[in-house]
């Protein structure tokens, strides 16, 4: 790595003005997914046959509360053989019941597996699509920890769905069931008052849809702060998360330094903000207990409460209240399905926050910084590289090269200098397409795909001979080829280890990982190659088998190497320098719709 990096200017993420975007940008977001998603057509039908076997199961409850009158009188009768009778419908109907109980069950599953999958997979085809990852870390909050988001917070939303979706269309289908029955069964009660009659059609419906909705007013009053206090301990878990991660990749530095100390302050921070979070969630949770709990006990005695006048002026039997007990508590549970799950419904909409505001993100991410003006791309037919009055914008000012008009032909080794803070790393993103910010015109070589190396090489999961051929290399290079250019750059050792998978970056040094970053270079033999500070730390015997390298390899390739200019001449004989535009104004926020719950301060991206 560099020994001076331009952080003034680069390591400063654009920050994005936060939006909160609503409920109906979020469910609108969710559904473009699913509708996109390979797996649509299983989901539909799978919701298909949840929905038949919901309908089925609200049959056989119909046929279990009408069993209730004639069991519970053939009781009060004290008749053993109708009473056997009843036991033996009752295994019937409970029988079948529970087989649809196991198949909403398994049903439940395979929907929650494959909405994970549709979600997880439509996000990460958006976090990858190209230069898409890299202006999304850039755009303040909402790009922060988008592990988290893909993984743990699409997980939960898809769990947290398939619950209470489900749930809903069960409580729904059980009211329709029931509601007819209650209305029928309680058409007939008449009140006597001083001897007056007074008949209220559909009593215990409308005492069922009064007391529901009396009690999910109270609980929506008292457990909407979940919302946002969910929120914002899925933020909080996810800062810890990432702070443990940093600690584990630099336990060898932290220990150098002797940071245990600081970081362990860090840590107990952390943890102190995430502990913050959940005690305020408990607190809230405990509010919403008083009224659901309280509720609860209430409704055991409620059903019967509301018919027992009409029970003890003898207009009903013992079995016809407890069928009508029956048929309220179905129609009363469906009611209060709000209030049984008003935590998960408040759990379930602050994760939908965060998953369908980071896919908002990923999309509008594309459009930022709308209003300013973009750097022109074009293509050159005689096969050279042009720059005509470059200027790359950046929220400090802009970076530009002295020369307003160049021309870099195929075969040039040109080196591009700069002071520390000029903008180095930042036009070499500007080059790559990752940054358009800017004014001026990049003409690219028609018909070539430049490489280019960063200062910190990337290297995939899987085998050296894997690392060596990403990505759409030329024809894999043999063994021998391989061998011989490792052992030219001075990583022979690793020649017997081709087919070995590991984890390159951790096992070798930084010097060791860019030389392997040359000899990829040196096997997949591009006619353009764009290097950005990749040679500055590299000592003089290192440096020399580079140049080496690259001269036997790449003879014909056009090489812009951007750095300090420390150089042997003789490779790089022409030299260009970008200098700081002070004059020039500077890049303004951009506004992506995001469900941050503070606006995203203006923080050092972390370096490797």
Not at 106 to 128: C, F, G, P, S, Y
Not at 259 to 266: L, S
């Amino acid at each position: 790595m560099a020994d001076q990096p331009d952080n003034a200017v680069h390591s400063r993420p654009v920050v994005a003005a936060v939006e909160t975007s609503s409920l109906r940008d979020q469910v609108t977001t969710i559904k473009q997914a699913l509708v996109g998603s390979p797996v649509r057509k299983w989901l539909l039908w799978t919701s298909v046959g949840i929905m038949a076997v919901i309908i089925a199961t609200s049959v056989g409850q119909v046929l279990l509360n009408r069993w209730n009158q004639p069991f519970y009188d053939a009781l009060a009768r004290r008749d053993m053989a109708a009473f056997l009778h009843q036991l033996l419908v009752f295994a019937m109907i409970a029988g079948g019941l529970l087989v649809f109980n196991i198949g909403q069950t398994w049903l439940n599953q395979m929907i929650r597996l494959k909405l994970r999958e549709a979600l997880t997979l439509d996000l990460i085809d958006q976090w990858m699509r190209p230069a898409r990852a890299f202006r999304l870390a850039n755009a303040g909050a909402i790009g922060v920890n988008p592990d988290q988001r893909m993984q743990q917070d699409a997980a939960h939303l898809s769990d947290l769905s398939t619950d209470l979706g489900v749930g809903l269309l069960q409580s729904l289908i059980l009211l329709v069931s029931f509601v007819g029955v209650l209305w029928e069964l309680s058409s007939g009660f008449v009140f006597h008052i001083n001897g007056w009659s007074l008949a209220i059609p559909g009593y215990m419906v409308w005492a069922a849809f009064l007391y529901a909705g009396t009690a999910s007013w109270l609980s929506w009053l008292v457990g909407r702060p979940l919302i946002h206090l969910n929120s914002d301990r899925y933020t909080r878990e996810a800062e810890l998360r990432s702070s443990m991660v940093r600690v584990n990749e630099n336990v060898d530095a932290i220990a150098l330094y002797h940071g245990e100390a600081d970081a362990k302050r860090r840590l107990e921070l952390d943890l102190g903000t995430v502990l913050g979070a959940m005690r305020r969630i408990y607190t809230a949770q405990i509010n919403l207990s008083w009224v659901t709990d309280t509720y609860g006990w209430i409704t055991v005695v409620a059903p019967i409460l509301v018919a027992s006048p009409v029970y003890f002026s003898g207009d009903i039997s013992f079995g016809g209240l407890m069928m009508a007990v029956g048929a309220f508590n179905q129609v009363h549970s469906s009611l209060r399905w709000f209030i049984n799950n008003i935590g998960s419904i408040a759990d379930w909409r602050a994760t939908l926050m965060r998953v369908a505001d980071f896919r908002i993100a990923l999309v509008e991410t594309d459009a930022l910084h709308g209003t300013e003006k973009r750097i022109t791309f074009s293509e050159n037919a005689n096969g050279s590289m042009t720059f005509e009055n470059l200027q790359v914008a950046s929220p400090e000012g802009c970076a530009k090269l002295a020369d307003q008009h160049v021309e870099i032909r195929t075969g040039e080794r040109v080196m591009i200098t700069g002071e520390p803070g000029a903008g180095k790393t930042l036009f070499f993103r500007a080059i790559a397409g990752l940054w358009p910010w800017g004014s001026g015109k990049i003409g690219m070589p028609a018909g070539e795909a430049p490489i280019f190396v960063p200062r910190v090489p990337y290297f995939p999961a899987g085998t050296l001979r894997e690392v060596l051929d990403h990505p759409n290399g030329v024809a894999p290079a043999s063994d021998a080829e391989i061998s011989a250019v490792l052992a030219e750059v001075g990583l022979g050792r690793l020649s017997s280890s081709l087919d070995r998978t590991a984890r390159w970056e951790r096992e070798l040094g930084d010097d060791e990982q860019r030389s392997l970053a040359f000899a990829r270079l040196a096997l997949r033999k591009p006619k353009w190659v764009i290097i950005d500070e990749a040679m500055d730390a590299f000592d003089g015997p290192t440096l020399r088998r580079v140049l080496l390298v690259l001269e036997k390899h790449l003879p014909e390739a056009a090489i812009l190497n951007i750095g300090r200019g420390q150089h042997n001449n003789q490779f790089f004989p022409r030299g260009l320098a970008i200098v700081k535009d002070s004059g020039a104004p500077a890049l303004k926020p951009a506004r992506v719709r995001a469900g941050a719950i503070e606006p995203p301060p203006v923080a050092t991206r972390r370096k490797k």
